[in-house]
């Protein structure tokens, strides 16, 4: 029996537990989050018993990618493979992925419908400060759908910290570790050791775990968590991370080690890191599973294959040539500099950026970033998402005024492409820049799907 007859039902349905806390206050992720309801659920419903291989991914910036990265690897190993990652462009099912195909509507609602009895029961019991985690219920639908395909191996990209995340309760061997950095210090903390400490709470005991390059507080964080469960804790020297090439159209080309010279099909720079990492963690993951000989000429290129076969949509994505468009998910200043170094050597002039940063991230950063490669600044906003808040046009603008002579507001994204295309004309560049919300607008306008990536 179906209890959802859309998407949109099933949403509402999935986050109703957690909108009953709207308007309270919330504090630090040890005293306001709790997975134990995830945890019953998946094992009410036998969903953690699947012999199957995990690997979880959490950080500050590039665990997106680097699950994307891995995941793609692994299926050119020759595995089916599950993935979850977040926030979604176009649904909500894009999150759930097998071999890169979003869950369909149909198989959502049916297994959604399923498992709502469970997960009522477990609602039923929580009391007034504790709610039932959406992440937690996707993870749910994802395990279920998982096991209907037959995956063997599965890559999760971690929501927010770790610790107290529901994607911690899977059996994972594998933690990676993107970079992390001071990010959410209202519900992780104001320190990086106290970031990196929920970070890593996905090691799990007699595991492996591997990290990028990181600063050394963050190091002896994971060190100290892998020795207390005896797991074995490996981080890559900035000496064995990919060395740059060049950017093509159709990606970055870097050394990697016994890989050779090798393409990557992604723009942004920074991912070169996340891509070692990957290669890293897919090579882990399948010593566990039945396969190719891991030192073997075909592993090399079958690996080789994968990163030149990533998509990963609207992580530094050339929309259009003519003007030359290209839309990103910056809201800081360490993310929005490493757009702009990915793409320096290929900004046609003039450059116009729009500029979409809700009000409690780093928007300041962002227009200073922008401003000096950018002969013009349009600042603008998303209804998208109700909960983001945005200066009012008058603010922004006069925040964004220190860092360009020429700045203006556009009340909509429709409005400020086209106040872009006619100062960029054929030769410029557009750049679209900032929350998730305004990249999910930007690939709508263009009519991107995204059920297979």
Known sequence: ?????????????????????????????????????????????????????????????????????TTKLLQHLGHKVGMITSPHLVSWRERIRVDGRAIPETDLLRILSDLAPQIDEIEAHLNERQYFSPQGIFLAVALRWFDEQGVGAAVLEVGRGGRFDDISVVPNKL?????????????????????????????????????????????????????????????????????????????????LGRYGEVLLSLLGRYQIANATLAVIGAGNMHARLPGLAHGSPEYVERIRAGLADVTWPGRCEKLQDNPAIYVDGAINAESAGALVESLLDRLTQPVISIISVPADKDYRG?????????????????????????????????????????????????????????????DGTILIVGTQSIVADTVNLWGKSYEVI
Do not use: C
């Open 1 to 69: 029996m179906l209890f959802f007859e859309n998407e949109s039902e099933a949403i509402t349905y999935i986050f109703r537990s957690m909108r009953k806390l709207r308007g309270q206050e919330r504090g630090l992720d040890e005293e306001m989050r709790d997975i134990s309801p995830t945890r019953r659920l998946l094992m009410a419903a036998n969903l953690v018993n699947t012999p199957r291989e995990y690997g979880v991914v959490t950080g500050s910036k590039g665990k997106g990618s680097t699950t994307v990265i």
């Open 175 to 255: 933690s990676l570790f993107a970079p992390i950095m001071l990010e959410h210090p209202d519900q992780l903390g104001s320190t990086l050791e106290r970031i990196a400490w929920h970070k890593a709470g996905i090691i799990k005991a007699y595991s492996h775990a591997y990290s990028v390059p990181q600063p050394s507080e963050v190091l002896n964080i994971l060190q100290a968590e892998a020795d207390a469960l005896g797991a074995e804790f490996n981080w890559i020297a900035p000496k064995d991370v990919g060395e740059y090439i060049e950017t093509t159209d159709r990606g970055i080309r870097m050394n």
């Open 366 to 426: 962002v227009y200073a970033a922008l401003g000096v490669v950018s002969q013009v600044l349009i600042v603008t906003e998303t209804t998208r998402n109700p909960s983001l808040r945005f200066l009012n046009p008058r603010e922004a603008v006069e925040a964004a005024r220190p860092y360009n002579a020429h700045v203006s507001h556009a009340p909509s994204l429709a409005g400020a492409i086209e106040q872009a295309k006619a100062q960029a004309r054929m």
